[in-house]
């Protein structure tokens, strides 16, 4: 099957019922996307397909329907993704390993909501699990990124 990630397409030689994240894993090297949980309760694999945040431990790929998204293609180093410079600016990371599926679930989010309230923060990122405890720095860096993508 070809799919196309991070603007590029692939083609795929697997069981249709092999989630999207040992693929984009596995199959085509693409390790930002983190295992997690492999029950979609704790975030670590988003990804966008299509535009929407959706857990891609729980994604069979024959449900793709749509460009993927992961956080390898959401910015560049020298064009990062304004929630990415936000979060470097706020220093949300301690361990990182959530790190990828945050930035992923906020940048859905403010596409969503480009001024969210700390409540819709809270209920938009409250899927996804962070060990280290870094919630405050997280909502910070979603209103700053939502600052930064306003132009303020």
């Not at 535009?51 to 910015?75: E, K, L």
Request: glycine share 10%; with cysteine; hydrophobic share 40%.
């Amino acid at each position: 099957m070809e799919l196309i990630v991070d603007g590029q397409r692939h083609e795929v030689d697997v069981e249709d019922d092999m989630p999207l994240l040992w693929v984009l894993r596995d199959e085509l090297n693409i390790k930002g996307v983190k295992y997690g949980c492999g029950i979609a309760a704790c975030g670590a694999c988003t990804v966008h397909i299509a535009g929407q945040a959706v857990r891609s431990c729980q994604t069979y790929v024959s449900d793709v329907d749509g460009p993927v998204t992961t956080i390898n293609g959401r910015g560049r180093p020298e064009a990062l993704h304004a929630v990415q410079e936000a979060w470097i600016e706020t220093q949300v990371a301690q361990c990182g390993y959530c790190q990828s599926g945050q930035v992923m679930q906020a940048a859905a989010l403010l596409s969503d909501i480009p001024n969210p309230s700390d409540a819709e923060i809270d209920e938009a990122m409250s899927g996804n699990l962070c060990r280290c405890g870094t919630y405050p720095r997280i909502r910070a860096a979603v209103k700053l990124a939502a600052a930064k993508a306003q132009g303020a």
